[in-house]
């Protein structure tokens, strides 16, 4: 399979300040790219579609700038937290799929990012 | 995309085969059946897809129904490892002039699967 690195794998912030996840396609190009959300004991929540060179599309009830999203290149989106609240904590996880076709239609998932907001 | 029901959870034990249904009665013919599973804390696995025939890879095979409303993961000799979420989507993959689209991917509850000793 193709491989999704996600970074950090954890990150602990202050209440009020922003906070970068990169997501980057190892060995393929991902012209789209989905982030998610999930909360303990839940299933994943799509937040938004990340389509190279273009704005994402975000999912109802997701505050568009307050999780901004980047995909300058076929291989990175960066998902910023801007202002994090404690409510925010949660697992992020993205994914990608190839947009050649060459590496399948399967969606690649990163390990997921721990966001603690104190 | 079509929606799809799983059943909470479910019990195997090590070494036998673990059979998880899927029912996604409201299917399209360019949908495809995809199945994922989570263990705690990390991203979702991929582990099987299939349009119409029955697949199988290293990991699972996957039996789809001839009306497609219905479909079982199979792990044919489940161990410990396998304890995780596993989740049935739906979803729409189609190539075109100017490459691969893909439709949303939608988790729902999906099935705990427990592998007991």
């Known amino acids: 399979g193709a491989v999704v690195s996600q970074h950090p794998s954890w990150v602990i912030c202050k209440s009020g300040t922003s906070v970068k996840i990169e997501c980057r396609s190892l060995d393929f190009q991902a012209t789209t790219m989905f982030w998610y959300r999930q909360f303990p004991k839940q299933s994943l929540m799509l937040m938004a579609t990340?389509?190279?060179?273009?704005?994402?599309?975000?999912e109802q009830g997701v505050e568009k700038d307050k999780f901004l999203i980047n995909h300058a290149s076929l291989t990175l989106s960066t998902l910023t937290v801007t202002s994090a609240h404690p409510e925010d904590s949660s697992f992020y996880i993205c994914s990608a799929r190839d947009g050649t076709g060459r590496k399948g239609t399967e969606a690649f998932f990163g390990q997921g990012t721990r966001l603690t907001v104190v | 995309d079509a929606k799809t029901t799983q059943p909470t959870s479910m019990d195997c034990a090590e070494g036998r085969a673990a059979n998880l249904p899927c029912n996604h009665s409201t299917i399209s013919g360019n949908e495809y059946v995809y199945w994922y599973r989570q263990i705690h804390s990390q991203g979702p696995q991929y582990i099987i897809h299939?349009?119409?025939?029955?697949e199988t890879n290293e990991m699972a095979s996957l039996i789809i129904t001839e009306d497609r409303k219905s479909s079982t993961l199979i792990l044919p000799h489940a161990t410990l490892r396998d304890t995780a979420v596993y989740y049935c989507?739906?979803?729409?993959?189609?190539w075109g002039a100017g490459g691969t689209s893909y439709g949303k991917l939608t988790f729902g509850q999906g099935t705990i699967l427990t592998v007991h000793p």
């Open positions: 299939g349009l119409k025939n029955n």
């Open positions: 990340s389509n190279e060179g273009s704005k994402a599309t975000y």
């Open positions: 989507i739906v979803t729409r993959a189609f």
